[in-house]
């Protein structure tokens, strides 16, 4: 299978030529223009398969150019996980509701769900290919701890991860500034993260940039779910749980549960929807935005409109977004590329789209204060949940089977789970830290608590316009 531009559908690319150049036609994205199905005999069969079984069989089904070994050896990257069988943890936690941890991996986000494979994959085609690439990454907290370790001492791969600098938890800031592989390097930009995935996105683009690169032997490429790479191990999860369910007897073969998630750049929603359109009986997608409801008002409305939006900080803030870039290919899967290069030229010029409602989504928007109470209430019932899963349960109680999708480990964001839990201020952020995990009867990770032990590297944070001065500077040394 090839992957198309979603605002020039005649632009087709394989597989591996989109991982390792993610920017379409117009400044478009790549996107399957037809999605693979399964049927009832497949899952039946997979009640019986491992995670990586399932990962593997949708992997299959897409045909793409990558060789199967590849994959293969990427799916070993969950043997790092907590569990070496399977990287995700589904749980019960009331009536009809369902939690999916999805941060069981190195950097405790679900983002090592996408990228830990994804890395094993880039390394090998640039190996294979005898080429070396920067891969760079835009982020509101997860997406650069887990891009910079997939990549860690990689000899084909170097990585630039750009981060608000006022913008991320302190645990997530000095994930990025502690990387000590002489091929990462982290830059912290005066601005939020829409400048941040502005820039990267505007870099991708830049032929002086690229050819500045070129000159130091390097092509550039992505990490961000731009890529379809790391979309296609999201839709692998969503299609896990359906079978997970299917195999404990929560669902029949004609029954269908509902996923909630807590939205920012819209990647993981994208993979329930593209599980959705392959057979996974998936329901409703229920999406869940914060303060910066403007998903919230797509699905609700039909309007995108920034117009008069500022961004605001919440507790939650890898959700701290106000252009999903991920938003447009469900526009291409739903109105085809034509409409979805008008649309989002609308978007880029007026700050403003208006597109018919889409069935299968619902959408809540939760505010600090609603997200503090359920971190309260889910502590009080002795489980401990970070500030982006606590914004699904705008969406309890359910009334049929609903997974709650979980996206990063509580230690996180400690000084946000204290002042929800306790009503206090963080003094002292590790022991703080212990301190709860201690009357929760948890325990720290131990790669978390080494952060507050270790020097920072990487101090740089920078004007927007002096971005690509500070890369291509870095490239040199």
Avoid at 108 to 130: E, H, T
Avoid at 429 to 434: A, G, N, S, V
Avoid at 460 to 470: A, G, L, M, N, P
Wanted: include cysteine.
């Amino acid at each position: 299978m090839r992957l198309v531009g979603t605002r020039d559908e005649n632009e087709s690319v394989e597989f591996s030529q989109a991982l390792l150049s993610p920017s379409a036609n117009f400044g478009g994205l790549y996107a399957p223009k037809i999605l693979p199905k399964f049927n009832l005999e497949f899952f039946k069969k997979a009640l019986n398969l491992s995670y990586s079984d399932i990962a593997l069989e949708v992997i299959k089904s897409f045909e793409f150019d990558v060789e199967l070994e590849i994959f293969k050896d990427a799916l070993k990257s969950y043997e790092k996980f907590d569990d070496p069988k399977c990287p995700v943890n589904i749980k019960k936690i009331d009536e009809n509701l369902y939690i999916n941890e999805l941060f069981h991996g190195p950097t405790r986000a679900f983002k090592d769900m996408a990228l830990q494979p994804f890395g094993v994959i880039i390394d090998a085609l640039a190996k294979q290919k005898n080429e070396k690439y920067l891969i760079m990454c835009a982020t509101s907290g997860d997406t650069g701890p887990a891009t910079l370790k997939a990549f860690e001492n990689s000899k084909n791969v170097k990585v630039v991860c750009l981060y608000p600098a006022d913008g991320t938890s302190e645990v997530q800031r000095l994930q990025m500034t502690n990387v000590k592989g002489k091929n990462l390097k982290s830059i912290g930009i005066k601005g939020n993260f829409d400048d941040a995935q502005r820039s990267l996105k505007t870099l991708l683009l830049d032929q002086e940039f690229k050819d500045s690169l070129k000159e130091n032997e390097l092509k550039l490429s992505a990490a961000n779910s731009v890529n379809f790479g790391r979309i296609l191990f999201q839709i692998i999860y969503h299609f896990y749980t359906y079978i997970y369910l299917l195999k404990s007897g929560k669902l029949k073969d004609d029954e269908s549960f509902d996923i909630a998630v807590p939205s920012g750049n819209f990647g993981n929603a994208l993979g329930a929807y593209y599980a959705k359109k392959m057979g996974a009986k998936i329901g409703d997608i229920l999406i869940v935005s914060n303060e910066n409801n403007v998903l919230t008002e797509l699905f609700n409305s039909g309007v995108y409109d920034i117009k008069d939006k500022t961004l605001v900080k919440t507790i939650s803030p890898a959700m701290d977004i106000l252009i999903s870039s991920n938003v447009e290919r469900l526009l291409f899967s739903e109105f085809g590329d034509k409409k979805t290069k008008l649309l989002m030229e609308n978007l880029a010029k007026d700050k403003f789209y208006e597109i018919p409602k889409i069935d299968g989504f619902r959408a809540k928007f939760c505010t600090d204060k609603e997200c503090a109470n359920s971190i309260k209430d889910m502590a009080l019932k002795g489980m401990l949940i970070d500030p982006h899963t606590a914004t699904t349960f705008k969406f309890t109680p359910a009334k049929k089977p609903t997974v709650l999708t979980s996206t990063a480990h509580w230690v996180k964001f400690t000084p946000s789970m204290l002042e929800a839990i306790k009503g206090i201020k963080t003094t002292n952020e590790k022991e703080q830290m212990m301190m709860l995990a201690s009357e929760f009867n948890q325990s720290v990770p131990a790669e978390i608590l080494k952060l507050f032990e270790s020097e920072e590297i990487h101090k740089d944070i920078v004007e927007i316009s002096d971005i690509k001065k500070t890369i291509l500077n870095w490239i040199k040394q």
